[in-house]
């Protein structure tokens, strides 16, 4: 079974990082499209950041300029460095990627299992 492994998340203090990382196994054929999203109580889940197969990323208005995705391919492993967090970046995070398995695979889309970032103000 293929999984997407977060680590990474606690409690911090307003205006504090975290460093989020996120692991395939690393015998699988190459990562494509990655991407990072959360969900807050009572909210849906939404995209804040995502990284093409050659590192080009984009992020949500609400992170931008606070947070940096970034991957290394070789290790099969995306990060989500999150600086000046606020009160209202505390959620449940995941990772979310197209994994191919091997070189007869086209790709299918894998979650992690969510980690907690909680902001203390």
């Known amino acids: 079974q293929v999984e997407l492994v977060e680590s990474g998340g606690g409690m911090v203090q307003a205006g504090g990082s975290l460093r989020l990382s996120c692991a395939a196994p690393e015998n699988i054929f190459s990562m494509n499209t990655m991407a990072w999203y959360r969900q807050s109580p009572g909210k849906q889940r939404e995209l804040i950041a995502s990284?093409?197969?050659?590192?080009?990323?984009s992020y949500a208005d609400s992170v931008k300029g606070r947070f940096t995705m970034s991957r290394n391919n070789a290790k099969r492993t995306v990060y989500l460095q999150m600086n000046s967090l606020l009160f209202e970046d505390t959620a449940v995070y995941y990772c979310?990627?197209?994994?191919?398995?091997?070189?007869?695979?086209?790709?299918?889309?894998?979650w992690g299992q969510g980690i907690q970032v909680t902001v203390s103000s």
């Open positions: 990284s093409t197969s050659d590192g080009r990323t």
């Open positions: 979310n990627g197209n994994l191919v398995l091997n070189k007869y695979d086209w790709g299918r889309e894998y």
